[in-house]
């Protein structure tokens, strides 16, 4: 079974009551809950929750380890011939499980040098109009990091993203073996429960997180961020950390993120996830 959708939606609770009635394994398919060092920012399953039920590729990655969708396939494959759930709001994750992953080769050194430099020098604009056409009609274009993908891919490999993709490999999970399950949510209760949930990580710890976090923080700068710093509301908490925000204007900077977050999953699940079950809450 497969259940995805927004933060703060209760597909976690939903996971741990099939599995629980069913006898399965709850299996992680969101992008910044393998990461070790977030628990609470990341509203990775609490410690009674792993004790009670098992769980399987959560908090497993260390910051410094490369980790990507290409990873979290190979990882979650041995899983497939048991009694899983697998629950998340990684859209990606998802797509490429039911899909397909195109097997784009690795952006060389050189390559990723030179498009932190255009885009330090030129911006996303200028990276943009670069791609090829069906890529540049295909990817996110208010996501800086989804373009200088396209754009590494295209320099490196010679051919554009969306040409790579419609290449694609057979899926490990076929749709139509699956129960695929897609939560949502009016806005308004959903942003109120993402206000909720922000403040009760809060008091939960997670300024403590970005706290720790803080030593390894990239400085502020033209390159794409690593994948970890991407945990929703952790650059605002250390912003304020850094002496740029008051502890309020934090919080609610970090609220607002995650807000915006969850108006790109639902997007992204209306747009690429057409065919799943939807269950308005």
């Not at 992680?28 to 929750?49: E, F, K």
């Not at 990606?92 to 050194?109: M, Q, S």
């Not at 604009?125 to 791609?131: G, K, N, T, Y």
């Amino acid at each position: 079974m497969l259940i995805a959708g927004p933060t703060a939606s209760g597909k976690s609770a939903l996971a741990m009551k099939i599995a629980a009635r069913d006898g399965r394994t709850i299996v992680n398919a969101d992008a910044l809950q393998v990461y070790t060092q977030w628990r609470i920012l990341s509203a990775r399953p609490s410690a009674d929750d792993v004790s009670a039920l098992p769980h399987a590729l959560f908090g497993h990655i260390g910051r410094d380890t490369p980790y990507s969708t290409g990873h979290w396939l190979r990882e979650v494959a041995p899983f497939l011939s048991r009694p899983i759930v697998i629950v998340g709001g990684t859209g990606l994750n998802f797509t490429a499980l039911t899909k397909g992953l195109a097997d784009i080769p690795p952006t060389p050194p050189d390559v990723r040098a030179r498009a932190n430099q255009m885009l330090a020098a030129q911006g996303q604009q200028a990276m943009l109009a670069e791609l090829d056409t069906d890529t540049r009609r295909k990817i996110d274009t208010q996501n800086p990091a989804r373009i200088q993908r396209a754009w590494e891919v295209l320099i490196s490999t010679g051919r554009g993203l969306a040409d790579w993709q419609a290449s694609t490999g057979p899926a490990l999970l076929p749709l139509q073996n699956a129960h695929a399950l897609v939560l949502q949510m009016d806005t308004a209760r959903l942003d109120a429960r993402i206000s909720q949930r922000f403040d009760a990580m809060m008091e939960h710890g997670a300024l403590i997180e970005a706290r720790a976090a803080l030593p390894h923080w990239p400085e502020d700068g033209p390159n794409q961020p690593p994948p970890w710093t991407r945990a929703i509301g952790a650059a605002e908490l250390v912003a304020h950390l850094r002496g740029q925000l008051t502890l309020q204007d934090a919080i609610a900077a970090g609220t607002l993120a995650s807000r915006q977050y969850a108006k790109r999953q639902r997007t992204w699940f209306r747009n690429r996830m057409k065919n799943w079950a939807s269950i308005t809450l």
